[in-house]
């Protein structure tokens, strides 16, 4: 059974940080890609930021310098390490994977599987 599970999230002030986890089982990591994506209340889901296997990264500009995606693929976990939180962090983050390449970036109906996500609270 294909199961991703994100963790690590919870509240935090400002400018403060939070590493999120995202296991996978059920499903090779390898010749795949691995994303995050969040939403919050009111807007679209959109891309954070993604690793290819090969291990080449991609982030949203808004990310860029803030954020760091990595992987362990024998321990079957994606991370995502986040510095210098703003409140409009604040949103529902979910971990996906896509078969094959990420190119193109962060499409999300791109991804073939979801977590359930883990919730990023940031105040000021």
């Known amino acids: 059974q294909v199961r991703l599970a994100e963790s690590g999230g919870g509240s935090v002030q400002a400018g403060g940080s939070l590493r999120l986890s995202c296991t996978i089982s059920?499903?090779?990591?390898?010749?795949?890609?691995m994303g995050w994506f969040r939403q919050a209340p009111g807007k679209e889901r959109e891309g954070v930021a993604a690793i290819g296997s090969d291990g080449f990264t991609n982030y949203a500009d808004s990310m860029q310098g803030r954020f760091t995606i990595s992987q362990d693929t024998p321990k079957e976990t994606l991370y995502l390490q986040m510095n210098s939180l703003r409140p409009e962090d604040t949103a529902m983050y979910y971990c996906g994977l896509k078969r094959g390449s990420c190119f193109p970036f962060l499409k999300q109906n791109q991804y073939n599987y979801w977590g359930q996500g883990t919730q990023v609270t940031v105040s000021s």
């Open positions: 059920g499903v090779s990591v390898n010749n795949a890609c």
